[in-house]
């Protein structure tokens, strides 16, 4: 038996990878970029400043990371006989506990920033309006798995003893998959070009907008993005109209370009070899780059 499986059946209570306190830490980052971008725009021109913004930044990194520690230190799972169980919280404690019958599916997902890491965060789903019961951030991909093929076979065990004492035969059989459908990159072209979009300019313009105190020319001024864009006016205006047209031509071709490759993009990132197979659990769906 592997060793992941080996913990995994232990039916000790175990924590998730502390390594994904760094994963946690690093996200929580992003939170912080605007406000820590506007103080630096603020006080770039003391050097008193930086330490305005340094010594607070540094105490809520801390605090933070404190208490995602706490938190990590006081979450735990246990793979029981008969139910997984979840405990968690600092102060207030709660305890979640899901019995393996009612468990509808076991996911893996990794988003960019644990992939790096080899984290998965596993998701065990009920069905109760689609919610999701419970969830642990994060396992290595060997204990994910390790965790998602114990949770069904227990699953298999529970629904066959239910059956069993009603007196219906259930089987079980070995993981057997028939791929139903498989998306190449050329359905996945077609389907990105039916997901047009610009938001990137509206991403762009809205983070102008909240730090247009802190920027040397005004985003709304016309000159400006016609003299440094364009070259100025008066070099438009001497074009010749076949130019001037051409030129509005290119420009709107431009986005249209843009807002295909946005969406082609967003496409090939998520919907990256998509796959869905039949098993002998149900269905199984993979996908994402």
Not at 16 to 36: E, K, S
Not at 265 to 270: E, P
Request: charged share 20%.
């Amino acid at each position: 038996m592997p060793a992941a499986e080996q913990a995994l059946t232990s039916a000790e209570p175990q924590r998730t990878q502390p390594i994904g306190l760094v994963v946690t830490a690093i996200a929580g980052l992003r939170q912080m970029v605007f406000p820590l971008v506007a103080g630096i725009f603020g006080f770039r021109d003391t050097f008193s400043g930086i330490w305005i913004i340094a010594i607070p930044l540094l105490g809520v990194l801390l605090l933070t990371f404190g208490l995602a520690y706490l938190s990590w230190r006081q979450r735990t799972f246990t793979i029981g006989e008969e139910d997984i169980r979840v405990e968690s919280g600092i102060i207030s404690r709660t305890a979640a506990s899901v019995p393996y019958e009612r468990i509808q599916d076991v996911s893996l997902e990794q988003e960019l920033l644990p992939r790096l890491f080899g984290l998965v965060s596993v998701k065990f789903e009920t069905g109760a309006g689609g919610a999701e019961e419970l969830k642990l951030a994060y396992l290595t991909e060997e204990q994910g798995e390790e965790l998602r093929d114990l949770i069904r076979e227990r699953r298999e065990e529970e629904v066959a003893a239910i059956a069993a004492e009603d007196g219906e035969d259930a089987q079980t059989s070995e993981e057997v998959s028939d791929t139903l459908f498989a998306m190449g990159s050329g359905r996945l072209f077609t389907f990105g070009l039916f997901e047009f979009s610009l938001a990137v300019f509206a991403v762009l313009f809205g983070l102008a907008s909240q730090f247009e105190d802190f920027l040397p020319f005004d985003i709304w001024d016309v000159d400006f993005w016609t003299a440094n864009v364009l070259g100025g006016r008066d070099q438009v205006e001497s074009l010749s109209s076949s130019a001037q047209i051409a030129g509005g031509i290119f420009a709107i071709g431009s986005l249209i370009a843009l807002g295909f490759a946005t969406g082609i993009a967003k496409v090939f990132s998520r919907e990256w070899g998509f796959l869905l197979e039949k098993t002998a659990r149900g269905f199984r769906r993979r996908r994402g780059l």
